[in-house]
């Protein structure tokens, strides 16, 4: 089960730090991204983490403006946002691959086995 956390009402240009807990299983055995499905758009992946850390993918929409990250220790995993604008408006998910699920596959959204609930963000224009 993955359950986020930190959603919420935030005004153009601030931030936000969404965590999402891992229980029943070991996270750090799986790549795993966070996804958005905007208001009349498709859903989108935004950003994914390799099981180790060490490779990570960002979507063009919100490179250099967020950061992934992951707390195998802790079963943990985040998404720090920064610079909100609008346009960010959305219902963020945290999701894990499988087994074999590579880091680009996973934010291509194939592979993608395991999804948490989602949280929502809204950034008032």
């Known amino acids: 089960q993955l359950v986020p956390s930190g959603g919420g009402l935030v005004q153009p240009g601030g931030s936000l730090r969404l965590s999402c807990a891992a229980s029943g299983f070991t996270l750090g055995n799986y790549a795993i991204g966070w996804f958005r499905q905007a208001p009349g758009k498709e859903q989108e992946g935004l950003s994914c983490i390799s099981r180790s850390g060490e490779s990570t993918i960002y979507a063009d929409s919100v490179l250099g403006r967020v950061t992934i990250s992951r707390d195998n220790a802790q079963n943990m995993m985040y998404l720090q946002m920064d610079s909100l604008t609008p346009e960010d408006t959305g219902v963020y998910y945290c999701?894990?691959?499988?087994?074999?699920?590579?880091?680009?596959?996973?934010?291509?959204?194939?592979?993608?086995?395991?999804w948490g609930q989602g949280t929502q963000v809204t950034v008032p224009s």
């Open positions: 999701a894990a691959g499988d087994s074999i699920t590579t880091v680009q596959a996973m934010c291509l959204m194939l592979g993608v086995y395991n």
